[in-house]
């Protein structure tokens, strides 16, 4: 069976996940520039499957950890409170500083700022995505994922084969209905799904041919309903997490640490970056420009993660389950 050195798997996954969501976005400019135009639209057409990378990832995470630390019903109140620490500060600095650089670049262009009161208290509680970073609107699914995976998972442990057996496929049936409409989550809940069964299979579970069947059924779910990408995206991040059982490098595995700060930052940052200089520059160097935005962005948000979300990350931590005893060490792993 997997050790748990296998967990080191998942921060090189992330820091995949968010250099392609990065290069997804800063390759739309770049497209215009002499040379390596169709490369860069390559990598806008695909590097958005990255977000996918990371709901699999949250699939898996989530109920790992929640299992670690002998997660209870009574501890829902505290599971969502660490969510927030963890994860809504950052948002919120990052909501500013957005909303900062949009108001100097609107005002330097006299142009009119598309956000109001209105949607800035919208954006609050991610109910809106202001258009100089339009990436904020995943925040909302994986709120709404975490919201329904602290109930979930008791009924995972509660009663196993009804929520896995029967609860799986008709997540994963509803996911094709309206409910689309009032529930982005099921949008994607597939993608969730497919890390919550790896964490079953991960977990050593008593009927590991059930969880790899539905595992079988999810991947071909994906390949069925979503797109190509996706589907490839998702069969990817849950075999890595399952049989990749190595350490991989800092290169991959540093921008994995930061990559909550270098997803809510680089986009306002990186993109301004390359209008900007776009502007005053020849075509030409429009990949120059390129790399100069990602390094950019990933130096601010290094600065970001140490001085907003570490700190935030430490907070966190402090917020125990009363079902933990002091005997009881959970392995630390690091929340998206």
């Keep these: 069976m997997l050790n748990k050195n296998k967990i080191t798997s998942l921060a090189a996954l992330r820091g995949i996940a968010v250099i392609a969501v990065c290069f997804c976005h800063f390759s739309k400019p770049a497209e215009n520039g002499i040379y390596f135009s169709g490369v860069f639209k390559w990598i806008e057409d695909n590097g958005k499957y990255g977000l996918h990378v990371f709901f699999v990832i949250s699939g898996f995470v989530i109920p ?42 609107y005002r330097s262009r006299h142009l009119p700022n598309p956000e109001n009161l209105n949607s800035i208290l919208r954006s609050l509680f991610y109910l809106h995505a202001p258009a100089d970073n339009p990436v904020f609107w995943s925040l909302q699914i994986e709120a709404e994922y975490y919201l329904f995976i602290g109930l979930y998972f008791i009924l995972i442990k509660k009663f196993p084969f009804v929520a896995i057996a029967l609860g799986i496929p008709l997540l994963a049936v509803l996911s094709q209905t309206s409910l689309v409409n009032y529930c982005g989550l099921f949008n994607f809940m597939v993608f969730f799904l497919i890390g919550t069964v790896g964490f079953l299979i991960y977990n050593k579970p008593s009927k590991p041919w059930l969880e790899q069947a539905l595992l079988v059924f999810l991947l071909a779910f994906c390949f069925l309903f979503y797109q190509q990408g996706a589907a490839i995206a998702a069969l990817f991040t849950i075999s890595v997490i399952l ?56 130096v601010f948000a290094w600065m970001f993660w140490r001085l907003i979300e570490r700190p935030c990350i430490k907070l966190s931590h402090k917020i125990k389950y009363a079902a933990v005893h002091p005997a009881v060490v959970a392995l630390p792993v690091q929340s998206l």
């Design 64 to 105: 790992y950890s929640l299992e670690k630390s002998r997660y209870a019903f009574g501890d829902y109140p505290r599971f969502l409170y660490k969510r927030f620490l963890r994860l809504h500060p950052p948002y919120l600095a990052a909501l500013a500083l957005t909303l900062f650089i949009a108001e100097v670049s």
């Design 243 to 298: 049989y990749v059982n190595k350490s991989f490098h800092s290169v991959l595995e540093h921008p994995g640490e930061i990559s909550y700060s270098l997803y809510l930052i680089h986009f306002p940052i990186g993109i301004k970056f390359m209008n900007l200089m776009m502007r005053a520059s020849h075509g030409a160097y429009a990949w120059w420009l390129f790399a100069g935005a990602f390094l950019l962005s990933y």
